[in-house]
Each structure stands twice: as structure tokens, then as C-alpha cells.
Nanobody, 117 residues
Framework: QVQLEESGGGLVQTGGSLRLACAASGDNFSNYGVAWFRQPPGKEREFVAG?????DYAEFVKGRFTISRDNAKNTFYLQMHSLKPEDTAIYYC?????????????WGQGTQVTVSS
């Protein structure tokens, strides 16, 4: 069982920046595929960015958000720049136990990001 704990959400103005962090339990973190998802108000949850053997980004965050990981700290991050009101959402971190798993099996509790106009 893997536990994920997020931090770093909050309120920011349009054009601002935030960094989300997700700390993971487990002994084989370097083998985990990790990702960030978000759920805007009234909408379905959507993929934002992920790291397996490569990095992937949703089109709507390319050039603004960067996903990274620190295997020594069992932690991965989402650095967000040039935030827009439409980035307002609950952000969830997720992981799977290897790079090739079909789905993300472990989820954080979610952290609210609100971008004011």
C-alpha cells in the first residue's frame, strides 16, 4: 500500500506561481510512475502531467507547468507558472507501482488551487 500526501495548494493571482509537492511512502519510489490530475469545479477529473520513462503533459499546461521528482526524498512536484483562472481546481497526485501499469492505483487527498482574476 502506498500513501500519498500533498502540500502546496492555495490562492494565487492570475499570472502567479505555485509549487505542489506529493510525498510518497514505499521502498521502491524510483520505480513508480507518478502523475498529477485535477478536477475543476463542475467538471471531470483530468490528467495534467506525468513521469514514467518519459514526461507527459496535457496540452493546456505545456510551457507553464513542470513535473519533477526527487527519488531521494520520495517526493514529486508540480511547478506551476503563469496561472490562469481556468487552472482553478482540486489537484490530485497519483502513482502506480511501475512505469507500465495501465492505471494510477494510489491517490492523494487533493489540494485546492484557486487562481483569482
Amino acid at each position: 500500500q502506498v500513501q500519498l500526501e500533498e502540500s502546496g495548494g492555495g490562492l494565487v493571482q492570475t499570472g502567479g506561481s505555485l509549487r505542489l509537492a506529493c510525498a510518497a511512502s514505499g521502498d521502491n519510489f524510483s520505480n513508480y510512475g507518478v502523475a498529477w490530475f485535477r478536477q475543476p469545479p463542475g467538471k471531470e477529473r483530468e490528467f495534467v502531467a506525468g513521469i514514467t520513462w518519459r514526461q507527459d503533459y496535457a496540452e493546456f499546461v505545456k510551457g507553464r507547468f513542470t513535473i519533477s521528482r526527487d527519488n531521494a526524498k520520495n517526493t514529486f512536484y508540480l511547478q506551476m507558472h503563469s496561472l490562469k483562472p481556468e487552472d482553478t481546481a482540486i489537484y490530485y497526485c497519483a502513482c502506480k507501482l511501475n512505469f507500465f501499469g495501465p492505471s494510477y492505483d494510489y491517490w492523494g487527498q487533493g489540494t485546492q488551487v484557486t487562481v483569482s482574476s
